[in-house]
């Protein structure tokens, strides 16, 4: 069974104490309580190659917590804080990413997508007043005019264009020397999942493509919470006609030449996107099937 990055948390959610006022309060009473290392937006990792913890003891008080969920009873948080999130990322979240468990890093991604939505909700979308955090952080309420905001999900398509056994990647200017990745863009208002494939196909690489196939999804969260859609599209001609503001280029791939970029290789043509990255998942289900 494929498991993307940031998947697989083994937290319990908990929505069942979100407006039980009682039960959360104990939960912030509780001495095992944990709160999650952060350095801004990003995770800090401990000597054991996880996650850092602290317990509440090392808070000043005036932290606004997040609940992430509970293990074996104990409640684990993340305060919420004001740093901005780097969409692009730096190569210290990057190296953090590849050492942490897999657990870890469905933890951290939720930790970060709440932060970010937090600060990007302070003030109310119908009336423009200050919200506050309640539902244990799992959503933010106006106090004038009393509308209640919760986390959204923006859905992404991310894909591999195929064509008589090879696969569309491409790169943006801003990515490492040497790196590409599967194609991806927003789903529009009024747009199904397949039909988002063959416009972001075409748009960015000029490839007209039919029948479109799911493999699997992720979350992403980086620069907002994403739900990236994993699929394989059918090319329906070879053509590479470049949006040059999307990609700086892109090619067609063997499974050879993505085996070899998967398996660092000394014979790669390129490098391959990060393990946890759904790009990378995506270019293994395609090069191993």
């Given at each position: 069974?494929?498991s993307?990055?940031?998947t697989?948390?083994?937290?319990d ?5 979100r407006?039980d006022a009682?039960?959360?309060d104990?939960?912030?009473?509780d001495?095992r309580a ?5 350095d801004g ?5 401990a000597?054991?190659?996880?996650l850092?913890w ?13 609940l992430?969920?509970?293990s074996?009873?104990k409640?684990?948080?993340?305060a919420?804080a ?8 730096s ?11 897999a ?11 709440l932060?970010?939505?937090h ?17 244990a952080?799992?959503?933010r309420k106006?106090?004038?005019c ?18 008589e ?12 020397p040497?790196n590409y ?6 789903l ?6 397949e ?6 196909i075409?748009e960015?690489?000029g490839?007209f ?7 699997t999804s992720?979350?992403?969260p980086?620069?907002g919470a994403?739900?990236?859609i994993?699929?394989i ?5 070879d ?5 040059t ?5 892109a090619?067609?791939?063997?499974k050879e030449?993505?085996?070899?970029a ?10 391959a ?9 995506l ?7």
């Open positions: 069974m494929m993307p990055g940031f697989g948390s083994p937290l959610r908990a929505d069942r104490v407006n009682e039960a959360y104990a939960l912030l009473g001495w944990r709160i999650l290392g952060l937006l990003d995770p800090v990792v000597a054991d190659g996880g850092m602290h317990s509440v003891a090392e808070l000043s008080g005036s932290e606004e917590l997040i992430l969920g509970l074996d009873g409640p684990h948080f993340v919420l004001e740093a901005e999130g780097d969409v692009f990322r190569p210290a979240i990057w190296r953090a990413l590849s050492m942490l468990p657990e870890d890093a469905a933890i951290y991604g939720t930790a970060r997508s932060i970010e939505w600060n990007g909700h302070r003030f109310c979308g119908k009336c423009g007043h200050l919200t506050t955090l309640f539902r952080g799992w959503g106006c106090g004038n009393g509308k209640e905001h919760f986390p959204r999900t923006d859905p992404v398509v991310i894909m591999l264009a195929e064509y056994g090879k696969a569309l990647v491409g790169r943006q200017s801003r990515f490492p040497g990745s599967a194609l991806a863009g927003f529009e208002p009024g747009e199904s999942i039909e988002a494939v063959r416009r972001e075409h960015e690489a490839v493509c039919g029948a479109v196939r799911y493999v992720q979350p992403w980086f620069g994403q739900l990236m994993a699929c599209v059918e090319a329906l001609g053509a590479i006609t470049l949006d503001d999307e990609l700086e280029d090619k067609w791939i063997s030449d993505a085996r070899a998967l398996e660092n290789a000394d014979s790669r043509t390129f490098n996107p990060p393990s946890f990255a759904i790009a990378h998942s270019l293994k289900h395609w090069a191993t099937t």
